[in-house]
T-cell receptor
């Protein structure tokens, strides 16, 4: 039973480019969450999605960031026109409908140069 | 009101000792309090979690103590081992959805 799969593990982008981070939830999990972790800090909630539906995006920056969880395929976190301040580790988690049994992936480390 | 305050920032313990990490929260709507362990380059892994209807939960060497009136909870690691050296995060949420994390405690267990 594979865990939460995130790819790529490491991503380097130049300022102004787009970054696409992918997350495949655990089998049987229908809820996906994205978090961002800056160096030496805790994780900050960004967005909570179910299939084809954004439930809570209160932690998402208003501009340049978007997320989706289509009917088929992984969840995608998209960052347009990246800036150096976007450099961080981005973690995806998934859970069953109850919310309990929250499982994190190993993260995508984004570096903007 | 959404903050979770965690202390200490770093902790050094001798092998076999007890590690204690504390967290405090403000939002009384929180009803789920997990602790996560994170190794460098890895995602957080759930260690143990508690609901506010109990004051203590123990799983192996890990114990959560919960004080609802003080809005505080703590993680105790008994018989700490070098393999426990990691960063520990407390978190809180309402109905196990959006988690609000503490700032983390870097634990070092000396051999």
């Amino acid at each position: 039973n594979a865990g939460v799969m995130q790819n790529p593990r490491h991503l380097v982008r130049r300022r102004g480019q787009e970054a696409r981070l992918r997350c495949s939830p655990m089998k049987g999990h229908s809820h996906v969450y994205w978090y961002r972790q800056l160096p030496e800090e805790g994780l900050k909630f960004m967005v909570y999605l179910q299939k084809e539906n954004i439930i809570d995006e209160s932690g998402m920056p208003k501009e340049r960031f978007s997320a989706e969880f289509p009917k088929e395929g992984p969840s995608i976190l998209r960052i347009q026109q990246v800036v150096r301040g976007d450099s961080a580790a981005y973690f995806c988690a998934s859970s069953p409908p109850t919310g309990f049994g929250y499982t994190f992936g190993s993260g995508t480390r984004l570096t903007v140069v | 009101q959404q903050q979770v305050k965690q202390s200490p920032q770093s902790l050094i313990v001798q092998k076999g000792g007890i590690s204690i990490i504390n967290c405090a929260y403000e939002n009384t709507a929180f009803d789920y309090f997990p602790w996560y362990q994170q190794f460098p380059g890895k995602g957080p892994a759930l260690l143990i979690a508690i609901r506010p209807d109990v004051s203590e939960k123990k799983e192996g060497r890990f114990t959560i103590s919960f004080n609802k009136s003080a809005k505080q909870f703590s993680l105790h690691i008994m018989d700490s081992q070098p393999g426990d050296s990691a960063t520990y995060f407390c978190a809180a949420s309402r109905s196990a959805r959006q988690l609000t994390f503490g700032s983390g405690t870097q634990l070092t267990v000396l051999p």
